[in-house]
């Protein structure tokens, strides 16, 4: 097995529901490629992490929030190569995973990235921060709540 694979898992994401799936996930996702699994701490690290480490894999998956995943597709696109990206929803809200009409269900989102389909979306830039899906400030910043 020579596709390596980078998972980055956000434990704060959702209400850890990370803990009764991440086995099924990695036994999924296992069958194709080796991973590698990085937990965030705080907030920036999976940028951080994405960014770092991220070129060094054919595919980098996130497990969390919408967040989790904003940061990871920040870090992707100041890669110095950008991997395909799999999205596996753990958070509250998971807006961007309806959006990409994506199972809510993290075993059946495992499934899917590996029988899924490549799709390219748009990133913002604002000032010196990229983003992905909402940017807000001001008297609305909770309305995806």
């Known amino acids: 097995m020579d596709k390596k694979l980078m998972l980055i898992v956000n434990p ?3 209400k850890g529901g990370y803990k009764s799936h991440l086995g ?9 490629y080796l991973p590698t699994v990085y937990f965030t701490q705080r907030e920036g690290d ?15 998956v996130c497990c969390g929030g919408d967040g989790t995943l904003s940061e990871t597709m920040s870090g ?16 509250t809200a998971n807006d961007m995973a309806a959006t990409l009409n994506l199972p809510k269900n ?4 495992a499934k899917t990235i590996l029988q899924g389909r490549i799709e390219s979306i748009d990133m913002g830039k604002f000032g010196e921060e990229y983003f992905c899906y909402i940017a807000a400030f001001g008297a609305f910043t909770q309305v995806s709540y």
Do not use: C, F, K, T
Request: net charge negative; charged share 15%.
């Open 76 to 91: 992707l696109v100041q890669a110095e190569n950008n991997p395909v990206l799999g999205y596996i929803p753990m958070g």
């Open 24 to 32: 099924e996930i990695l036994n999924i996702l296992s069958q194709e």
């Open 106 to 109: 993290p075993v059946q989102a």
């Open 46 to 60: 999976a940028a951080r992490y994405a960014r770092q480490h991220g070129s060094q894999y054919d595919l980098v």
């Open 12 to 14: 704060s994401a959702g």
